[in-house]
């Protein structure tokens, strides 16, 4: 805060650079929290009080629960019995009976068997304050005619509608029944009720279709009796005509033609049999020998023996030929008792061979036979063609009005049998019974939303007040919204008891009785331990921190606005340096509107004007303080003065500044305000370090922004900006370490007092 201020480019910004981390935007957030804190307690409190008091005007209500299935099982049981064909329960199906049970059918059913026409509940006005308000406001609309009876069930209607709840659990085939009230035995009542009228209709409603159904059933049986009738007898004649015998439901030459073709079909199969095994044996005899799987497949002893001997002997032949050579007497031997053996086996092999020709010989004579036979059926049967060809569809004529006729009997007598014993697929399974707890208004879920209710409006009241709060509460506004330091923040003073500067100066003289609040232009010296004046002494020690780096004896004081204490600022500044010993004068140099002048000597006759004019001397002017020795100069009679930046941009006033300089330590100029005059624009050639006062809470800092934006030459000597009148209760939510706590806690130890 005390640094020595670096003028930069920050106030021509159109908008501040910000921290977008998320960490800076969390502490971003309950800074704006903690600053609308009472804001945000009033809504939330405001909300909870609305909550409690519809909590207890409104008229509690009471919720009775039936539960209700589609048994499928009894669909099943009674399905394929059914007349009118019911389809298989799917979902479907069960959200279509829960529409049903949402029909007025229903509920006009329960209204008109309860009499609720008659219930005040259902006709009269709405329970509770709300309802009773309500009824009062349509009152006094009405033609006061009284309802005619299908206005009140209408009205009844609209009620129980309301009252009414209707769901599927799930993907069950449960559904639930539901109704509100104020009386918990007439929820009840009114659920189990529903329950009943939807059985009711159910039942009414297959009653009703199953009685028209047997009436259409009952008339289309005598057509039909009388149709199967007439074909039978069509039938019975044509056999009788064309010489048509049957046997077991088949034609003779049918039942002929069948057993050849099936005869035949095993011949053919037989030749073919026979065919295969003569070419195989064919096949084998153009073998050298057979090898074992042959011999295995003809089942033949005879070859199977022979075919060992000969191997046996090819394997005793093979080691005398290795042994002793292959014109061996024994190989020779063994070579010839070898061929004899090949000899037999080719033997029977052809013995073979001439079995499987005669086998297939006899086979291909049968097939030629049956096939013979086959052809003078076939011959005969195609003679009776035509008549089978008109007999099978008078029979098929026949069957099919005789099984109309059988199904139309069976489904009659199944409607006659539903007629006296009607079904329904619904049950209750959970009858409703009274509740013994209220289920509106849920007390807990209301001050839950009233609360959830609350903070949202309140977050919102605090982000509309936060964006609308365009004006100065914090060091860091200052230094990031006009790139310059905040050098002090001062605490609003409120009217002291003790007497006023002006009663203390001069012994008596001059003293102002128009003062409203003396005490404040030297609250430093009456109160030297307090905050105010500890924050006053902060503007000291920046000023002399800013002589290290160039001259800082001439200290001007403005404002953008008049009212926002400038003057205050810059008199307990001169005081503080004055008591300090340091030799000191305070200049009023606003020349519009010497307000200062007006309240530290408002008789003075000659002043500033009148020293520049050089009408005076400056000892003459001047007007010392006893307590302090700090010297004032008043502004002096400006009431004429038409061009005071003239006076003040003056070679006159560049020579007493200079004066002044050499005659005192420091100079304050009070300054006039920026916005109303331009008369601080022309003191920068004289002047060495501006402070520049801003009201707290107040001062819009667009404004403050524009004026500092259109005068370079004073943003260059910028000290600092002094926060002024800042309420400390209220600065302990912008800034903690500014607030009134910290102040007395950390501080208090050193003397500080409020």
């Known amino acids: 805060m005390l640094q020595v201020n670096k003028p930069t480019s920050e106030i021509?910004?159109?908008?501040?650079?910000?921290?977008?981390?998320?960490?800076?935007?969390?502490?971003?957030?309950?800074?704006?929290?903690?600053?609308?804190?009472?804001?945000?307690?009033a809504i939330v409190s405001a909300c909870v009080i609305l909550a409690l008091l519809y909590l207890f005007t409104a008229a509690p209500l009471f919720t009775s629960t039936a539960s209700m299935v589609i048994d499928t099982r009894k669909v099943q049981l009674f399905q394929q019995q059914s007349v009118l064909g019911d389809i298989a329960i799917d979902s479907p199906t069960v959200e279509t009976q829960v529409e049903i049970l949402k029909s007025e059918n229903i509920s006009l059913a329960v209204i008109r068997d309860l009499r609720l026409i008659d219930d005040p509940e259902f006709t009269g006005g709405g329970g509770g304050l709300?309802?009773?308000?309500?009824?009062?406001?349509?009152?006094?609309?009405?033609?006061r005619h009284p309802p005619s009876e299908f206005e009140q069930t209408r009205k009844a209607l609209e009620r129980f509608e309301k009252s009414r709840t209707i769901k599927r659990l799930g993907l069950t085939y449960v559904m639930e029944i539901?109704?509100?009230?104020?009386?918990?035995?007439?929820?009840?009542?009114?659920?189990?009720?529903?329950?009943?009228?939807?059985?009711?209709?159910?039942?009414?409603?297959?009653?009703?279709?199953?009685?028209?159904?047997?009436?259409?059933?009952q008339d289309r049986i005598k057509e039909l009796r009388t149709q199967a009738s007439a074909a039978q007898k069509a039938v019975v004649d044509f056999k009788t005509a064309n010489n048509i015998v049957d046997t077991g439901g088949r034609l003779m030459n049918e039942q002929q033609l069948a057993e050849v073709n099936s005869q035949l079909i095993m011949a053919h199969a037989a030749t073919a049999e026979a065919k295969a095994r003569l070419d195989?044996?064919?096949?084998?005899?153009?073998?050298?020998?057979?090898?074992?799987?042959?011999?295995?497949?003809l089942k033949n002893d005879t070859i199977v023996k022979l075919r060992a001997q000969y191997v046996d002997m090819a394997s005793k032949e093979s080691i005398w030929a290795m042994k002793y050579g292959a014109d061996h007497l024994a190989a020779v031997n063994l070579r010839r008792q070898m061929a004899e053996i090949k000899k037999n086996i080719t033997d029977e092999l052809k013995r073979i061979q001439e079995s499987y020709k005669s086998d297939y010989d006899i086979a291909?004579?049968?097939?030629?036979?049956?096939?013979?036979?086959l052809a003078n059926v076939v011959s005969e049967s195609q003679l009776t063609n035509q008549a089978q060809v008109a007999l099978r569809e008078l029979e098929s004529n026949a069957q099919s009005y005789q099984a109309m006729y059988d199904n139309f009997l069976q489904r009659y007598?199944?409607?006659?049998?539903?007629?006296?014993?009607?079904?329904?697929?619904?049950?209750?399974?959970s009858a409703?019974?009274?509740?013994?707890?209220?289920?509106?208004?849920?007390?807990?879920?209301?001050?839950?939303?009233?609360?959830?209710?609350g903070l949202i409006l309140a977050l919102g009241a605090a982000l509309a007040r936060e964006l609308t709060d365009k004006v100065f509460r914090t060091t860091g506004q200052v230094e990031e919204v006009l790139g310059a330091n905040c050098i002090a923040i001062l605490p609003a003073l409120g009217a002291a008891a003790t007497p006023g500067l002006g009663e203390q100066m001069l012994g008596g003289k001059g003293v102002g009785k128009g003062n409203p609040q003396p005490d404040l232009l030297r609250y430093v010296v009456d109160n030297p331990l307090s905050r105010f004046s500890e924050a006053v002494r902060s503007v000291k020690v920046a000023v002399d921190l800013n002589a290290i780096v160039r001259e800082n004896r001439v200290l001007a004081t403005t404002s953008t606005l008049p009212n926002e204490g400038k003057s205050t600022l810059s008199t307990n500044l001169a005081q503080l340096i004055a008591h300090g010993g340091a030799r000191v004068i305070l200049v009023d140099a606003d020349l519009r509107n010497p307000s200062l002048s007006r309240a530290l000597v408002p008789n003075a006759k000659i002043g500033l004007v009148d020293v520049v004019a050089q009408k005076v001397q400056l000892e003459d002017a001047l007007v010392i303080d006893p307590s302090t020795k700090l010297s004032i100069l008043p502004a002096g009679s400006t009431s004429k003065l038409l061009h005071t930046n003239e006076i003040l941009a003056s070679k006159a006033m560049h020579a007493l500044v200079a004066l002044l300089r050499g005659k005192f330590d420091y100079v304050v100029?009070?300054?006039?305000?920026?916005?109303?005059?331009?008369?601080?624009?022309?003191?920068?050639?004289?002047?060495?370090?501006?402070?520049?006062?801003?009201e707290w809470g107040r001062t819009k800092i667009d404004v403050v922004r524009h004026n500092l934006r259109g005068s370079p030459e004073i943003q260059d000597k910028l000290l600092g900006v002094v926060l002024n009148k800042a309420d400390t209760k209220l600065l302990a939510r912008y800034e903690s370490y500014h607030g009134r706590y910290y102040y007395q806690k950390y501080y208090a130890r050193y003397g500080y007092v409020e």
């Open 12 to 41: 021509n910004r159109d908008f501040p650079e910000a921290d977008g981390s998320p960490s800076q935007t969390l502490t971003s957030y309950l800074d704006i929290i903690r600053r609308q804190f009472p804001t945000m307690v």
């Open 130 to 143: 709300l309802g009773t308000v309500i009824g009062a406001v349509s009152g006094l609309f009405s033609d």
């Open 178 to 217: 539901g109704f509100t009230s104020k009386d918990p035995a007439k929820a009840a009542k009114i659920a189990n009720a529903i329950a009943d009228a939807y059985i009711v209709d159910s039942l009414e409603a297959k009653y009703q279709a199953t009685r028209r159904a047997s009436v259409w059933l």
């Open 280 to 297: 195989r044996m064919n096949d084998i005899l153009k073998q050298d020998i057979p090898d074992a799987n042959v011999a295995d497949a």
């Open 364 to 373: 291909v004579t049968r097939e030629e036979a049956i096939k013979s036979s």
């Open 413 to 429: 007598m199944e409607s006659v049998q539903q007629q006296s014993f009607p079904i329904t697929e619904a049950r209750v399974i």
């Open 432 to 453: 409703a019974t009274p509740p013994l707890k209220k289920s509106y208004p849920k007390t807990m879920i209301i001050l839950a939303a009233s609360i959830f209710g």
């Open 669 to 694: 100029l009070d300054m006039p305000p920026m916005a109303p005059v331009v008369d601080v624009r022309v003191t920068s050639s004289f002047v060495d370090s501006y402070v520049f006062v801003i």
